[in-house]
Protein backbone atom coordinates (compact mmCIF):
# COMPACT_ATOMS: atom_id res chain seq x y z
CA UNK A 1 0.00 0.00 0.00
CA UNK A 2 1.32 3.13 -1.23
CA UNK A 3 1.93 5.96 1.76
CA UNK A 4 1.72 9.22 1.11
CA UNK A 5 3.46 11.93 3.36
CA UNK A 6 1.76 15.55 4.53
CA UNK A 7 4.17 18.16 2.92
CA UNK A 8 4.55 21.55 4.73
CA UNK A 9 2.60 23.86 2.76
CA UNK A 10 4.08 26.25 0.37
CA UNK A 11 3.38 30.61 -0.09
CA UNK A 12 -0.14 29.58 -1.88
CA UNK A 13 -0.91 26.75 0.32
CA UNK A 14 -0.65 29.01 3.43
CA UNK A 15 -2.52 31.84 1.89
CA UNK A 16 -5.15 29.26 1.46
CA UNK A 17 -5.09 27.71 4.89
CA UNK A 18 -5.31 31.31 5.86
CA UNK A 19 -8.07 32.48 3.94
CA UNK A 20 -9.92 28.67 5.46
CA UNK A 21 -9.09 29.76 9.33
CA UNK A 22 -10.44 33.18 8.78
CA UNK A 23 -13.72 32.42 7.31
CA UNK A 24 -14.04 29.98 10.25
CA UNK A 25 -13.28 32.46 12.67
CA UNK A 26 -15.60 35.08 11.24
CA UNK A 27 -18.71 32.76 10.20
CA UNK A 28 -18.11 29.81 13.01
CA UNK A 29 -16.52 31.21 15.97
CA UNK A 30 -17.42 34.56 15.89
CA UNK A 31 -20.94 34.48 16.12
CA UNK A 32 -21.08 31.41 18.66
CA UNK A 33 -18.69 33.87 21.46
CA UNK A 34 -21.42 36.46 21.07
CA UNK A 35 -23.72 34.31 21.88
CA UNK A 36 -21.96 33.54 25.19
CA UNK A 37 -21.08 37.30 25.33
CA UNK A 38 -24.67 37.90 25.08
CA UNK A 39 -26.02 35.90 27.36
CA UNK A 40 -24.06 36.93 30.19
CA UNK A 41 -24.38 40.60 29.02
CA UNK A 42 -26.84 42.05 31.91
CA UNK A 43 -24.91 39.70 34.59
CA UNK A 44 -25.22 36.42 36.36
CA UNK A 45 -28.22 37.47 38.00
CA UNK A 46 -30.46 37.93 34.73
CA UNK A 47 -28.87 35.50 33.28
CA UNK A 48 -30.02 32.78 35.77
CA UNK A 49 -33.56 34.27 36.29
CA UNK A 50 -34.16 34.02 32.39
CA UNK A 51 -32.99 30.27 32.60
CA UNK A 52 -34.85 29.53 35.56
CA UNK A 53 -38.15 31.53 33.74
CA UNK A 54 -40.77 28.77 33.70
CA UNK A 55 -41.47 29.34 29.97
CA UNK A 56 -37.56 28.40 29.22
CA UNK A 57 -37.78 25.53 31.71
CA UNK A 58 -41.34 24.39 29.95
CA UNK A 59 -39.40 24.63 26.25
CA UNK A 60 -36.27 22.86 27.92
CA UNK A 61 -38.44 20.01 29.25
CA UNK A 62 -40.37 19.79 26.09
CA UNK A 63 -37.33 19.66 24.05
CA UNK A 64 -35.79 16.95 25.94
CA UNK A 65 -39.12 14.55 26.13
CA UNK A 66 -39.00 15.22 22.13
CA UNK A 67 -35.04 14.25 21.61
CA UNK A 68 -35.92 11.18 23.96
CA UNK A 69 -38.47 9.58 21.88
CA UNK A 70 -37.18 10.59 18.75
CA UNK A 71 -33.74 9.50 18.85
CA UNK A 72 -34.78 5.69 19.57
CA UNK A 73 -37.72 5.55 16.98
CA UNK A 74 -34.66 6.31 14.26
CA UNK A 75 -32.21 4.38 16.19
CA UNK A 76 -34.12 1.40 15.42
CA UNK A 77 -35.62 2.49 12.41
CA UNK A 78 -32.07 3.30 11.24
CA UNK A 79 -30.69 0.23 11.45
CA UNK A 80 -33.32 -2.14 10.36
CA UNK A 81 -33.46 -0.22 7.22
CA UNK A 82 -29.41 -0.25 6.44
CA UNK A 83 -29.94 -4.16 7.21
CA UNK A 84 -32.33 -4.63 4.36
CA UNK A 85 -30.30 -2.55 1.50
CA UNK A 86 -27.13 -3.85 2.34
CA UNK A 87 -27.99 -7.31 2.74
CA UNK A 88 -30.58 -8.28 0.51
CA UNK A 89 -30.93 -7.28 -2.92
CA UNK A 90 -35.19 -7.28 -3.75
CA UNK A 91 -37.35 -5.05 -6.14
CA UNK A 92 -37.58 -1.57 -5.22
CA UNK A 93 -34.22 -1.20 -3.39
CA UNK A 94 -32.91 1.93 -5.34
CA UNK A 95 -35.99 3.28 -4.59
CA UNK A 96 -36.34 2.77 -1.06
CA UNK A 97 -32.61 4.44 -0.54
CA UNK A 98 -34.54 7.43 -2.04
CA UNK A 99 -37.29 7.80 -0.13
CA UNK A 100 -34.70 7.29 3.13
CA UNK A 101 -33.06 10.64 1.51
CA UNK A 102 -36.59 12.66 0.73
CA UNK A 103 -36.26 14.51 4.36
CA UNK A 104 -33.04 15.75 3.06
CA UNK A 105 -34.50 17.37 0.03
CA UNK A 106 -38.31 18.22 1.58
CA UNK A 107 -38.19 21.70 3.18
CA UNK A 108 -38.91 21.10 6.78
CA UNK A 109 -41.45 24.01 6.29
CA UNK A 110 -43.07 21.72 3.81
CA UNK A 111 -43.06 18.64 6.17
CA UNK A 112 -44.47 20.49 9.04
CA UNK A 113 -47.37 21.24 5.91
CA UNK A 114 -47.73 17.41 4.99
CA UNK A 115 -48.49 16.56 8.46
CA UNK A 116 -50.80 19.57 9.18
CA UNK A 117 -52.84 18.49 6.42
CA UNK A 118 -52.67 14.66 7.68
CA UNK A 119 -53.44 15.20 11.14
CA UNK A 120 -55.57 18.23 11.07
CA UNK A 121 -59.04 18.51 12.18
CA UNK A 122 -60.16 18.83 8.57
CA UNK A 123 -58.68 15.38 7.21
CA UNK A 124 -60.72 12.25 7.79
CA UNK A 125 -57.51 10.92 10.30
CA UNK A 126 -57.70 14.28 12.18
CA UNK A 127 -61.50 13.93 12.16
CA UNK A 128 -61.53 10.87 13.35
CA UNK A 129 -58.68 11.32 16.02
CA UNK A 130 -59.98 14.50 17.16
CA UNK A 131 -63.61 12.19 17.84
CA UNK A 132 -61.96 9.55 19.81
CA UNK A 133 -60.59 12.55 22.23
CA UNK A 134 -56.72 11.95 21.29
CA UNK A 135 -55.20 15.83 20.02
CA UNK A 136 -52.12 15.47 17.53
CA UNK A 137 -52.12 18.55 16.12
CA UNK A 138 -50.87 21.31 18.75
CA UNK A 139 -49.51 18.86 20.67
CA UNK A 140 -46.35 17.02 21.59
CA UNK A 141 -47.31 13.88 19.60
CA UNK A 142 -47.31 15.86 16.33
CA UNK A 143 -43.89 17.38 17.40
CA UNK A 144 -41.99 14.21 17.86
CA UNK A 145 -43.80 12.88 14.47
CA UNK A 146 -42.38 15.66 12.55
CA UNK A 147 -38.96 15.39 14.46
CA UNK A 148 -38.32 11.71 14.00
CA UNK A 149 -39.15 12.40 10.06
CA UNK A 150 -36.93 15.28 9.45
CA UNK A 151 -34.19 12.80 11.18
CA UNK A 152 -34.88 9.55 10.11
CA UNK A 153 -32.05 9.61 7.36
CA UNK A 154 -29.11 10.42 10.08
CA UNK A 155 -28.37 6.83 11.29
CA UNK A 156 -29.02 4.75 8.35
CA UNK A 157 -26.86 6.97 5.79
CA UNK A 158 -24.03 6.67 9.01
CA UNK A 159 -24.67 2.80 8.49
CA UNK A 160 -25.69 2.01 4.87
CA UNK A 161 -21.99 2.54 3.79
CA UNK A 162 -20.05 1.12 6.00
CA UNK A 163 -22.22 -2.03 5.75
CA UNK A 164 -22.00 -2.08 2.33
CA UNK A 165 -18.19 -2.41 2.87
CA UNK A 166 -18.16 -4.70 5.21
CA UNK A 167 -19.93 -7.26 2.90
CA UNK A 168 -22.08 -10.18 4.67
CA UNK A 169 -19.12 -12.94 5.23
CA UNK A 170 -19.38 -12.99 8.64
CA UNK A 171 -22.84 -13.10 9.34
CA UNK A 172 -22.89 -15.84 7.16
CA UNK A 173 -20.30 -17.45 8.57
CA UNK A 174 -21.78 -16.87 11.88
CA UNK A 175 -25.29 -18.43 10.41
CA UNK A 176 -23.49 -21.58 9.02
CA UNK A 177 -22.09 -22.07 12.56
CA UNK A 178 -25.66 -21.94 13.61
CA UNK A 179 -26.08 -18.80 15.03
CA UNK A 180 -29.56 -17.33 15.56
CA UNK A 181 -30.20 -14.21 14.05
CA UNK A 182 -30.50 -11.79 16.92
CA UNK A 183 -27.24 -13.55 18.23
CA UNK A 184 -25.52 -13.34 15.04
CA UNK A 185 -26.53 -9.28 15.33
CA UNK A 186 -25.42 -8.57 18.56
CA UNK A 187 -22.12 -10.73 18.47
CA UNK A 188 -21.35 -9.87 14.88
CA UNK A 189 -22.50 -7.02 13.17
CA UNK A 190 -23.18 -4.35 16.10
CA UNK A 191 -19.64 -4.52 16.74
CA UNK A 192 -18.51 -4.27 13.57
CA UNK A 193 -21.47 -1.57 13.26
CA UNK A 194 -21.16 0.23 17.08
CA UNK A 195 -19.01 3.68 16.15
CA UNK A 196 -20.97 4.43 12.62
CA UNK A 197 -24.38 3.46 15.14
CA UNK A 198 -22.94 6.21 17.71
CA UNK A 199 -22.19 8.48 15.88
CA UNK A 200 -25.51 8.91 13.89
CA UNK A 201 -27.59 8.60 17.43
CA UNK A 202 -25.68 11.59 18.11
CA UNK A 203 -26.13 13.45 14.61
CA UNK A 204 -30.27 12.50 15.12
CA UNK A 205 -29.87 14.00 18.50
CA UNK A 206 -28.50 17.52 17.27
CA UNK A 207 -30.74 18.25 14.80
CA UNK A 208 -33.66 16.87 17.00
CA UNK A 209 -32.95 19.54 19.51
CA UNK A 210 -32.12 21.90 16.67
CA UNK A 211 -35.61 21.74 14.48
CA UNK A 212 -37.15 24.72 13.90
CA UNK A 213 -38.99 24.85 10.60
CA UNK A 214 -41.26 22.46 10.89
CA UNK A 215 -42.31 22.48 14.42
CA UNK A 216 -43.12 25.92 14.11
CA UNK A 217 -45.96 24.58 11.74
CA UNK A 218 -47.66 22.18 13.56
CA UNK A 219 -46.83 23.32 17.15
CA UNK A 220 -48.69 26.35 17.93
CA UNK A 221 -45.67 27.55 19.36
CA UNK A 222 -48.27 28.04 23.05
CA UNK A 223 -45.87 28.91 25.60
CA UNK A 224 -45.26 26.68 28.00
CA UNK A 225 -46.59 23.69 26.34
CA UNK A 226 -46.38 23.10 23.19
CA UNK A 227 -42.93 25.73 22.27
CA UNK A 228 -39.51 24.49 21.99
CA UNK A 229 -36.53 25.79 22.78
CA UNK A 230 -35.76 26.73 19.22
CA UNK A 231 -38.95 28.09 19.03
CA UNK A 232 -38.57 29.95 21.98
CA UNK A 233 -35.89 32.11 21.24
CA UNK A 234 -37.65 33.45 18.17
CA UNK A 235 -40.71 34.59 20.79
CA UNK A 236 -38.41 35.82 23.12
CA UNK A 237 -36.47 37.95 20.67
CA UNK A 238 -40.27 39.27 19.32
CA UNK A 239 -40.68 40.02 23.28
CA UNK A 240 -37.33 42.22 23.08
CA UNK A 241 -35.50 39.87 25.65
CA UNK A 242 -33.14 39.66 23.81
CA UNK A 243 -31.08 38.73 26.79
CA UNK A 244 -33.24 35.83 27.38
CA UNK A 245 -33.02 34.94 23.65
CA UNK A 246 -29.26 34.62 23.59
CA UNK A 247 -29.73 32.69 26.62
CA UNK A 248 -32.22 29.98 25.58
CA UNK A 249 -29.64 30.44 22.34
CA UNK A 250 -26.72 29.73 24.60
CA UNK A 251 -28.50 26.45 25.78
CA UNK A 252 -28.67 25.12 22.11
CA UNK A 253 -25.10 26.08 21.41
CA UNK A 254 -24.02 24.36 24.33
CA UNK A 255 -25.98 21.21 22.81
CA UNK A 256 -24.29 22.00 19.56
CA UNK A 257 -20.53 21.95 20.49
CA UNK A 258 -21.35 18.88 22.66
CA UNK A 259 -22.31 17.02 19.78
CA UNK A 260 -19.81 18.80 17.68
CA UNK A 261 -17.08 16.90 20.87
CA UNK A 262 -18.77 13.78 20.46
CA UNK A 263 -19.01 13.61 16.66
CA UNK A 264 -14.68 14.19 16.90
CA UNK A 265 -14.52 11.57 18.89
CA UNK A 266 -16.67 9.29 17.46
CA UNK A 267 -15.03 9.75 13.71
CA UNK A 268 -11.48 9.20 15.26
CA UNK A 269 -12.56 5.68 16.95
CA UNK A 270 -14.13 4.83 13.49
CA UNK A 271 -11.01 5.34 11.61
CA UNK A 272 -8.60 4.02 13.50
CA UNK A 273 -10.98 1.07 13.83
CA UNK A 274 -10.80 1.22 9.78
CA UNK A 275 -7.27 2.04 9.69
CA UNK A 276 -6.71 -1.20 12.17
CA UNK A 277 -8.48 -3.82 10.42
CA UNK A 278 -7.06 -2.84 6.81
CA UNK A 279 -3.30 -3.50 8.51
Same mark, same amino acid.
Request: charge should be positive; hydrophobic fraction near 60%.
Given at each position: MQTYIAQKPKTLGKVLIGLGLFFVFL???? %??????? !? =???GGWELFTSNLL??????? &?? /??? $??????? %? #??? #?????? =? $????? +???????? /?? =???? *?PYAISPVVAGLCYLLLYGNQSWLGGWL? !??????? +? *? $? @???????? +??TSPYVARELIPLMEAQGSEEEEAAMVLGASGLRMFLCVTLPNIKWALLYGTVLTTARAVGEFGSVAVVSGAIRGHTNT? @????? /??????NSVG??? *? *????? !? &??? /??????? &?????????????LH
Open positions: LLIL %PLTLIFV !S =AFRDKDMLAA &IR /LTL $WVALLTV %P #VNL #VFGTLI =A $WCVTK +FQFTGRKL /LI =AFID *AD !SQGIQVI +F *A $W @PVIVLVTI +FVL @PLHVQ /LLQQDYAFT *A *ALLLA !S &IAL /LTLILKT &IFEYLQNRKLSGS
